[in-house]
């Protein structure tokens, strides 16, 4: 093997060689962090996406098996319950050979299980499915308000503005469902005497609002149990693909708004959610 | 610069690294493990070859079994680091084939008392495949753990790193000696490389988490 002295063009070809080695090495690294992070990003993207439908399955089956329970007691109370008290009633209404007094108060009682018996019917009616679905929202929401002013534990009304259309028989169960829970939290915990029920149709958008004039509560401050019922709307909502926003503030009452937007509800029907229940 | 105590400071490393992979040893992966039990096969290596360097002036007999035992070991790492099974297969038969050429060079090319650049050249070239293999792998199912967390991450580029330099500067010194060019930058360079490529073993030793890699794999 010769010993040839290098000449300077080869020690330059080194060098380059070197120098073309070390960028494309350094080259290769920058690539691959950066198709790394890319991939990481898609893989979240795409997880997220798994776990929300998962969530909106679940939520979807929850809200199916709370809905057969509500049919259940529903019918139970129509069929059973009431048929029960109605014979008690007729019964009651058979009782001859007394006296002006006792007839008094049998008259009471008879009038008492009639009571009890609207009462009963309001509530199956409420609770039942077919009933809020054939009604349609505004007429349920409105029975429900009368049921309420009539009972007088709170004072409620109702504002309906636009022309009214109907939102799917899902939609509007849950709608139904999310007023309930928000008349039944204002009753419960707020102390309110007033309840303002506001259903704002436009052609894109359909808002439901429910007010009430309590003591109000900083959001973040809620324990369990009035925790859940505020999460149960904002996760009802989701299930129709609309937004539930929970305003309030100590000595302010609380704001309960629901948008569902029309447009983008459709692509959610059209999509991976039918829109029935059951 | 005295070459006894660069060689101690490489020594010392080696033993710094070997400690922290046997103090973190249940913590660590497999591949990880087997990589701990490398360190401190190099460290007893080194030492050998440095006693043996002095009593018979010549330490390229063990550089020749160290480096088919070097070669084994870091195929043994990938072997769990890859999930693929045909790789798998295939490190296994290389590793065979590897101690196969190892004897042919002895008695064919690179006597016993020569320096193995063969079987090293060959083992660098292999290595660069493990890691381009593990890269892929790992973009095939990234981790949620961001990249520079990740033990995988640095081991792999540590080790891509160290294969193709090591590969240049055996290239380079060849030519050196050839055109009887001062050589002695070139070994600085390697000895630098190496002190690199230890102590970022040692840090992915440090960062390797049995569970993650655990997860991480089982999605692949």
């Given at each position: 093997m010769g010993n040839v002295a290098?000449?300077?063009?080869?020690?330059?070809?080194v060098i380059f060689s070197t120098t073309v080695f070390f960028v494309f090495l350094t080259g290769f690294i920058i690539y691959f962090i950066l198709l790394y992070q890319k991939r990481q990003g898609e893989n979240k993207i795409e997880r997220d996406a798994m776990q929300a439908n998962f969530r909106q399955e679940f939520l979807k089956a929850r809200l199916e098996m709370q809905e057969q329970t509500f049919a259940h007691v529903s019918r139970e109370l129509h069929d059973n319950v009431n048929q029960v008290l109605s014979f008690v009633k007729l019964n009651l209404a058979m009782i001859s050979n007394v006296d002006d007094e006792q007839r008094l108060k049998i008259n009471e009682n008879r009038d008492l299980i009639a009571?009890?018996?609207?009462?009963?019917?309001?509530?199956?009616?409420?609770?039942?499915?077919?009933?809020?679905?054939k009604q349609g929202l505004v007429k349920a929401i409105e029975t429900e308000v009368n049921k309420l002013n009539k009972s007088g534990i709170i004072n409620a009304s109702i504002l309906v503005e636009g022309d009214t259309y109907r939102l799917g028989e899902q939609s509007e169960l849950v709608l139904f469902r999310i007023l309930q829970e928000a008349i039944n939290n204002a009753i419960k915990h707020s102390g309110a005497s007033h309840l303002k029920i506001n259903l704002h149709y436009s052609p894109e958008m359909f808002n439901l609002t429910v007010d009430d004039d309590g003591v109000g509560f900083?959001?973040?401050?809620?324990?369990?149990?009035?925790?859940?019922?505020?999460i149960n709307i904002e996760n009802r909502a989701t299930v129709i693909g609309a937004a539930a926003t929970i305003n309030s503030s100590p000595g302010n009452g609380c704001s309960v708004k629901v948008t569902l937007n029309l447009l983008q509800q459709r692509i959610y029907i059209d999509g991976n959610h039918p829109d029935r229940v059951s | 610069m005295n070459m006894d105590l660069i060689y101690i400071v490489y020594l010392t490393i080696l033993l710094l690294v070997t400690i922290a992979g046997f103090m973190r040893y249940k913590?660590?992966?497999?591949?990880?493990?087997?990589?701990?039990?490398?360190?401190?096969c190099t460290l007893i290596s080194e030492s050998i070859k440095k006693v043996y360097g002095k009593i018979y002036h010549n330490n390229m007999p063990v550089a020749h079994i160290w480096a088919v035992i070097e070669y084994a070991f870091f195929s043994l790492t990938y072997f769990y680091l890859l999930t693929n099974r045909w790789v798998k297969k295939a490190i296994i038969a290389s590793i065979v084939a590897m101690f196969i050429l190892e004897v042919v060079n002895v008695l064919f090319f690179e006597k016993l008392t020569q320096f193995p650049s063969l079987i090293l050249e060959a083992s660098h070239i292999v290595y660069v495949v493990y890691s381009l293999l593990l890269f892929r792998q790992m973009l095939l199912v990234p981790a949620e753990q961001s990249l520079f967390k990740q033990s995988l991450f640095w081991f792999n580029i540590n080790v891509l790193f160290y294969a193709t330099t090591m590969f240049l500067d055996f290239a380079l010194l060849s030519y050196f000696i050839q055109n009887k060019l001062d050589a002695l930058p070139l070994a600085y360079f390697a000895l630098v490389v190496n002190f690199i490529f230890y102590i970022v073993i040692g840090i992915s030793i440090l960062m390797d988490n049995k569970k993650e890699n655990v997860a991480e794999f089982s999605n692949g």
């Open positions: 290098p000449n300077a063009s080869e020690l330059y070809v009571q009890a018996i609207t009462d009963l019917r309001d509530l199956s009616k409420s609770l039942s499915f077919d009933y809020i679905t900083l959001p973040n401050s809620l324990d369990h149990s009035t925790g859940s019922g505020l | 913590k660590l992966s497999k591949g990880f493990k087997t990589l701990a039990v490398l360190i401190l």
